[in-house]
Structure formats: structure tokens, C-alpha cells
């Protein structure tokens, strides 16, 4: 499967919506590869590349690099999942090519692609992912969308269109909606862990509901906790002496 996730505006979560399908295949037995177009996965799933060198930098290098050396790039994640990071991005030429080399093999495929509007290089038969707010700007950027295409919705409160409206302004039917939750976003922390990527991406792309399941607590948040409780009997202490 060739899975390209897009959006027309930033900030949406395109690249989660991303690591949760690559993610998802993955735990499926499905080998796949995630392709990097953004430049925010190694962040997201945690992972340090060994080199500053990606997709970016074989597409730029032309017809001398061979196709052999764009796989020699990949980090592997674990579990089935590997990332084909970014680089420096200075030429999209080349794009068509490698997609045509990845979506060649047994592996699934699942691109990262930003900001952009379907790319001329996407594969015919590649699933079109569109991760979309329900606001007025996006749904004007977006236009009306292809048959087949796949949107992915942010619900957030105090949003005045509705998910009919969003259907009805695109031309297709909603795929997936994730709802948005205010205060579990103020508790998150910047920069997510592996095991989040690994174990909320997969679920919530899955259909599970994860506000009913009970978040793991890490010992630092258990620790801080500890702290905080200490400090409060000890001001009880005080104040009754």
C-alpha cells in the first residue's frame, strides 16, 4: 500500500496522522517504510538519525546517485517500521523516481508530505490522506477533493462548521475524526516518547477510544507528584502547629 498524508494548511497534525498509519501497518506485519517529506518525524518517533543526509539529498544529487543508495538511508524505528528521514530539501525532480522505487517491494508505504496539494509524482493508485480543521481557512484551501480521498478531521470546540458542513464543502465523506481535548493537550509535554507514538498513535488510528484508557504515568510525573503531596502535608503540619 502507497499512503500519501498532506494537508493544505499547517499545524493540523499531518505528521502524526502519518506515524500513526506507518505505525499501524507496522504492528500489522506489514513491513513499511515512512518517508519524511516534513522534517518533524525523528522528533516524533523519538529516533536519532546517523547521518544529516536524506531523501532530500539523494533527490538532489541526480542521475549519477544510484536508486541502491536511498535505502541505505533508512533508520530503522524497530518493529517492522523504518524512516527515510528528509535531509536538505532543495529539489522535488527526483521525487517521482523514488517513489516508484520504494512503492516497488513487498514493504508499505506511507509519505509524510507537509503542506502540498496532491503531488504530480504520487503514484496513480496511491491512498490520498487529507488531515483537515474544521475551519473556514482550511476548508477553503482544500477545494473540492477527489473521489476515493481520505480525510482525516480535527474536531475542536467552539468550532462553528460541523462535520456535515466540512462534507459538504469537500465533496467527500469524513474518514477518520479526532477529537480534539483542550486540557489533555495543556498536560502534554513538547516532545513525544516512543512508547506515546507507539501505543496512542497505533490505537487511536485503530478506532480505540483513548480518552477511556488510563494514561501510563512516567516516574517523573510519579516523582513530581510524590513531591507535590510531601509539600502539602507538610504545610498541613505547619498550620496546625
Do not use: N
Not at 40 to 48: A, E, N, R
Not at 129 to 146: E, I, M, N, P, S
Not at 152 to 161: I, M, N, Q, S, Y
Amino acid at each position: 500500500m502507497f499512503v500519501i498524508c498532506r494537508s493544505p494548511k499547517g499545524g493540523v497534525g499531518t505528521s502524526v496522522v502519518a506515524a500513526a498509519l506507518a505505525l499501524r501497518h507496522a504492528h500489522a506485519g506489514h513491513p513499511t517504510v515512512l518517508v519524511d517529506l516534513a522534517g518533524d518525524q525523528p522528533d516524533l518517533l523519538g529516533v536519532t538519525p546517523s547521518s544529516s543526509l536524506g531523501i532530500g539529498d539523494w533527490a538532489a544529487g541526480g542521475d549519477d546517485v544510484p536508486v541502491e543508495a536511498l535505502t541505505a538511508l533508512e533508520v530503522e524505528v524497530g518493529g517492522g517500521l523504518s524512516l527515510l528521514p528528509r535531509g536538505s530539501m532543495s529539489s522535488s525532480d527526483r521525487l517521482g523516481v523514488a517513489a516508484a522505487v520504494l512503492g516497488a517491494g513487498h514493504r508499505s508505504v506511507v509519505i509524510d508530505a507537509g503542506i502540498t496539494a496532491r503531488p504530480a509524482w504520487a503514484p496513480p493508485d496511491a491512498v490520498d490522506v487529507v488531515v483537515l480543521r474544521a475551519c473556514y481557512l482550511g476548508v477553503r484551501r482544500a477545494g473540492r477533493l477527489a473521489a476515493g480521498t481520505r480525510l482525516v478531521l480535527l474536531e475542536e470546540p467552539g468550532r462553528a462548521l460541523r462535520v456535515a458542513d466540512v462534507e459538504a464543502a469537500l465533496g467527500v465523506e469524513v474518514w477518520r475524526r479526532v477529537v480534539v481535548d483542550p486540557p489533555l493537550l495543556g498536560r502534554s509535554t513538547p516532545a513525544c516518547s516512543r512508547f506515546a507514538c507507539r501505543a496512542r498513535f497505533a490505537d487511536w488510528i485503530s478506532h480505540r477510544e483513548l480518552a477511556r484508557r488510563p494514561t501510563p504515568t512516567s516516574p517523573a510525573r510519579s516523582s513530581r507528584r510524590r513531591s507535590v503531596a510531601r509539600v502539602g502535608r507538610t504545610r498541613t503540619v505547619a498550620l496546625a502547629q
